[in-house]
């Protein structure tokens, strides 16, 4: 019963130790469309950040911010690209275009892109307060020791 009791606690320190080693620096360049986030190669996606920044005060405030002004960015994109797509693919098959749907497509549009200049920059800002969160975390030294005693074998973790 001992040796289950030791199983289990040396899994869950295993476990949140695997879970500190997320804490990557979160890398940010302009694409084509837009800013890319990523970490360790991965592409980050709002709610990535979102989760990345949890228990991070002033980081989460942002990325929470960023993904808010994402949605809705995204939500007057489609309904703008939806009202735009319909009159011109109506003019491309030969029909009678609403030009007037398509103005109002253009509207939320043109809507949609101060969310997407608030997203980029409050996800610039929570990335880099994430950053500096990191890298100050970094400079104390943590080290891990397997050990053995009298009472068997144990990890050691000094901070």
């Not at 002004?69 to 690209?81: E, L, R, T």
């Not at 098959?93 to 030009?99: C, I, K, L, R």
Request: hydrophobic fraction near 45%.
């Amino acid at each position: 019963m001992k040796f289950l009791k030791s199983i289990a606690i040396l899994s869950l320190f295993i476990v949140s130790t695997g879970c500190l080693a997320q804490n990557e620096p979160i890398e940010f360049y302009k694409g084509d469309f837009g800013m890319v986030f990523t970490q360790n190669g991965k592409i980050l996606k709002p709610r990535d950040l979102v989760s990345i920044t949890e228990g991070q005060i002033q980081a989460d405030i942002y990325m929470k911010k960023a993904k808010l002004n994402s949605d809705w960015a995204s939500v007057f994109g489609v309904i703008g690209g939806a009202l735009v797509g319909w009159p011109v693919g109506t003019a491309l098959a030969g029909g009678d275009p609403n030009w007037v749907l398509a103005g109002a497509g253009a509207g939320f549009i043109a809507i949609s892109i101060p969310f997407a200049i608030g997203y980029k920059k409050n996800a610039i800002r929570g990335a880099n307060i994430h950053n500096q969160n990191i890298s100050t975390a970094s400079r104390m030294v943590h080290t891990y020791q397997l050990t053995a005693g009298s009472n068997g074998l144990g990890i050691t973790f000094s901070f």
